[in-house]
């Protein structure tokens, strides 16, 4: 479903990369929510949590709910699935099926946030890690159930990262929210992080350095091209498989110079987390576990679902930029936060014109 990693270049500043897969494309929208905004949490049964956004964020995001005519759709429904604010600070929405669960009972009436909201609350209200952690510590959040995915309980874990180089997992198993500090900031679907970690633990024999020759009683074996030290990776799409190549391609890519050239390994990096349609395919007798999206039909021209890279996103944490591109383009659009700090109202423009007229994404949002 989604692979995410922080690559660090030779002067320790972090670059964060992210896929997300899903049969089906979304309608995904990228907002910038400003600084000085005021937001809005509900859980029904509980009085509504409002704060105001603190640090201005740009974001993708999907929607909540399927509009309909007598309720189009409005900014509160389009919810933060991956984004960066203008302190460094990155948030990382991931399919995790285990979340649902009962829940620590609370008060009702006492304000809490939805679990659909956490994006824009950590994104507008935070600038580091830390910050984060603390906050949680004292502010409830509550799972709920999604009407776009048939009423499915918030299926997600969550990664944000910042700019120190700090990494936290925020994850419901069960209901039960745990907070994780992430040494390898990596991250990508079930089982629980802590398995991921203890995983780690069957490859230690993990190097880069090829051995690209041995001794066989008296015959001596020779590799005759490079890349022999990747033999041991996984190779499977799984989500077990990919947190290994994950973490070893974030320990081992090449540290670059410049930002520039950060950026570019990055894009290098995430390519072999890139999935093209028919890759890998269910069958409906078969019982693959997808997640499947109310009012989105399947594609009816297939008799089997595909999991495909909807989308890419490079975040570089320092300067705060944001890079994006969809399945159909190659070449990433870039928005720069800084530029559009003086904003005073959000800004939405659909992914699906990235790529196809939107060259310059910070002057795009700008002119909307």
């Known amino acids: 479903m989604c692979t995410a990693l922080v ?9 964060l990369g992210r896929t997300l897969e899903l049969t089906v494309d979304l309608p995904y929208q990228v907002v910038y929510f400003p600084a000085g905004l005021a937001a809005t949490s509900q859980i029904p049964g509980h009085p509504a949590l409002d704060y105001e956004m603190r640090h201005g964020c740009l974001t ?6 399927v509009p309909t005519a007598e309720k189009p759709m409005g900014l509160a429904d389009l919810k933060v699935i991956e984004g960066i604010n ?25 304000a809490i946030l939805a679990v659909s909201d956490l994006g824009s609350w950590v994104l507008g209200r935070f600038a580091t890690v830390a910050e984060v952690k603390a906050a949680l510590a004292a502010e409830p959040v509550m799972l709920e159930a999604l009407p776009i995915l048939g009423g499915v309980v918030s299926p997600f874990h969550y990664v944000v990262n910042d700019a120190t180089g700090a990494s936290l997992v925020i994850e419901f198993d069960a209901g039960k929210m745990t907070l994780y500090d992430n040494p390898v900031r990596v991250m990508t679907n079930g089982p629980r992080f802590d398995w991921h970690l203890t995983n780690l633990d069957n490859y230690t024999f993990l190097s880069n350095v090829d051995k690209s020759s041995a001794t066989f009683g008296g015959h001596k074996a020779v590799q005759p091209d490079s890349g022999i ?35 570019r390994t990055l894009d290098h990096v995430m390519n072999n987390f890139d999935r093209p349609r028919g890759i890998s395919i269910d069958y409906p007798e078969g019982g693959g576990g997808h997640m499947e999206v109310k009012g989105l039909a399947a594609d009816a021209a297939h008799a089997y679902a595909t999991e495909f890279t909807s989308w890419t996103s490079l975040s570089d944490l320092q300067r705060k ?12 659009t870039c928005f720069d936060l800084s530029a559009l700090s003086g904003l005073k109202a959000p800004k939405v423009v659909p992914l699906s014109r990235l790529g196809a007229d939107l060259g310059d994404g910070t002057k795009s949002l700008l002119a909307v």
């Not at 990382?92 to 669960?101: I, K, M, N």
């Not at 930029?321 to 990433?332: E, G, P, Q």
């Open 229 to 263: 030290a990747t033999a041991g990776l996984p190779s499977s799409s799984t989500s077990v498989g990919r947190f290994i190549r994950a973490v070893y391609y974030a320990t081992f890519a090449e540290k670059a110079d410049t930002p520039d050239a950060a950026i």
């Open 7 to 15: 690559y660090t270049d030779a002067t320790g500043a972090s670059y």
């Open 321 to 332: 930029l944001f890079f994006v591109r969809d399945y159909s383009h190659l070449n990433f």
């Open 86 to 110: 203008d302190a460094g600070l990155t948030f990382s929405l991931l399919s995790y099926p285990s979340a649902a669960g009962k829940q620590q009972a609370v008060d009702a009436t006492r």
């Open 60 to 65: 993708v995001t999907m929607p909540a709910r």
